[in-house]
Antibody, heavy 124, light 105 residues
Framework: QLQLQESGSGLVKPSETVSLTCTVSGGSIVRTNDYWGWIRQPPGKGLEWIGTIYYSGSTYYNPSLDSRVTISINRFRNQFSLRLNSVTAADTAVYYC????????????????WGKGSTVTVSS | IVLTQSPATLPLSPGERATLSCRASQSVRTSLAWYQQKPGLPPRLLIFDASHRATGIPGRFSGGGSGTDFTLTISSLEPEDFAIYYCQQHSDWPLTFGGGTQVEI
């Protein structure tokens, strides 16, 4: 059974960088039909897709965050990671990692397996 | 692509039928997913490709629609179905979510 678990920085100061890692267990991160994504949810608000990485290293980012986001993958550790720099209070949110599956139109995908989420607070 | 969900809040009783709407600002073909989220938990995939139930999802959940107009129907509400529901398009970048519909007692 595939499971995802986020880990990383919980409290970050403004202008610093959030670093999160998602560890995938119960299956390989190197699968041709799978995509690996990050999604966030500010307190009391809806969901925002941050970006996605494919096992080959191809990345897709939300333009609203593009200049500040880097997603990377470590196939040997079965992990993928998120870095978000120059954070402000608006980046305070629960950050989820998830597996993406494409329907008929890859690489666009829905998200079928989610981690439990990691709370990131930006505050001085 | 902007997804608009309606209504924002849907007050219903157990046993009643729930009909949730998601409208896209441009065609997403049938590339639409629905999620259920309860407080403190991650979203749970219910429906993908507009009408396909995800693994383990009860038959009372059904999805329909294509192009710009989509519906999630819960045929008879169970107590555990009271939650927030989000739609998401998987037709184009960036992937986007609707603002959610809260189904409340």
């Amino acid at each position: 059974q595939l499971q995802l678990q986020e880990s990383g920085s919980g409290l970050v100061k403004p202008s610093e960088t959030v670093s999160l890692t998602c560890t995938v267990s119960g299956g390989s991160i190197v699968r041709t039909n799978d995509y690996w994504g990050w999604i966030r949810q500010p307190p009391g608000k809806g969901l925002e897709w941050i970006g996605t990485i494919y096992y080959s290293g191809s990345t897709y980012y939300n333009p609203s965050l593009d200049s500040r986001v880097t997603i990377s993958i470590n196939r040997f550790r079965n992990q993928f990671s998120l870095r978000l720099n120059s954070v402000t209070a608006a980046d305070t949110a629960v950050y989820y990692c998830a597996r993406g599956q494409s329907g008929g139109y890859p690489p666009y995908h829905y998200l079928d397996v989610w981690g439990k989420g990691s709370t990131v607070t930006v505050s001085s | 692509i902007v997804l608009t969900q309606s209504p924002a809040t849907l007050p219903l009783s157990p046993g009643e039928r729930a009909t949730l709407s998601c409208r896209a600002s441009q065609s997403v073909r049938t590339s639409l997913a629905w999620y259920q989220q309860k407080p403190g938990l991650p979203p749970r995939l219910l429906i993908f490709d507009a009408s396909h139930r995800a693994t383990g999802i009860p038959g009372r959940f059904s999805g329909g629609g294509s192009g710009t107009d989509f519906t999630l129907t819960i045929s008879s509400l169970e107590p555990e179905d009271f939650a927030i529901y989000y739609c998401q398009q998987h037709s184009d970048w960036p992937l986007t979510f609707g603002g959610g519909t809260q189904v409340e007692i």
